[in-house]
């Protein structure tokens, strides 16, 4: 079974710009959340997607929004983009919508602002 | 809201030795769980081991045990007879109970086994 997988993996962008992140969830779960990475926050939450409906939000600034495909697929898109924007972003799906079910995350995607 | 604290950024152990890692936490949630994830070099975040937090019994996956204090909300990673491939970057995680698939992660623990 192919596992989560994100593209691109690396992309450098201007500051201003928009960017857009896609996330092709493992086949059959239906959840995907956003991870942001970096250095100095660690790992931090951005949302959740589940049946194309979000359903968790972190506490990011409205530049920052996602999407769910009918086939769960999932994009995210930063607009009028920073230098702190800069960083690993993750995402990982999941089977079911909550509880305990293991979370596979995909390899990232590494966004380089300048 | 949740809080999750790591408070060993680097560590390092022998191979074939034991080390701990900790982590505690902050929730006024009874019901939820906890995760031990692993980030090797290669950047693919692996699941480690889970505990939910009803059961009182410490989970354990072949080399990998857990410390479940849920009074202390403390929760640390013991790794046995660590090997190279050990070597990676450690997050613990916690999840409140129905509420979706939200992570709340520790800054890490980054671990180095020496040969």
């Known amino acids: 079974k192919a596992g989560v997988t994100q593209t691109p993996r690396y992309l450098i962008k201007t500051r201003g710009q928009q960017v857009t992140l896609s996330c092709s969830p493992i086949s059959g779960h239906r959840s995907v959340s956003w991870y942001q990475q970096t250095p100095g926050q660690g790992l931090q939450f951005l949302f959740e997607?589940?049946?194309?409906?979000?359903?968790n939000k972190g506490n990011f600034p409205g530049r920052f929004s996602g999407r769910q495909f009918s086939n769960s697929r999932s994009e995210m898109n930063v607009s009028t983009l920073e230098l702190g924007d800069s960083a690993l972003y993750l995402c990982?799906?999941?089977?079911?919508?909550?509880?305990?079910?293991?979370?596979?995350f995909g390899p990232g995607t590494r966004l380089t602002v300048t | 809201a949740q809080t999750v604290t790591q408070s060993q950024p680097e560590m390092s152990v022998q191979e074939a030795e034991t080390v701990t890692l900790s982590c505690t936490y902050d929730t006024s949630e009874n019901n939820y769980y906890l995760f031990w994830y692993k980030q090797p070099p290669s950047r693919q975040m692996i699941l480690v081991i889970r505990q939910e937090a009803y059961k009182q019994q410490n989970a354990t996956e072949n080399r990998f045990s857990v410390n479940f204090q849920k009074a202390a909300k403390s929760f640390s990673l013991k790794i046995s007879d660590s090997q190279l491939g050990d070597t990676a970057m450690y997050f613990c995680a916690f999840m409140k109970q129905r509420t979706g698939n939200q992570f709340y992660f520790g800054t890490g623990t980054s671990l180095t086994v020496i040969p």
């Open positions: 997607y589940f049946s194309e409906t979000q359903r």
């Open positions: 990982a799906s999941s089977l079911e919508g909550q509880g305990f079910y293991e979370q596979y």
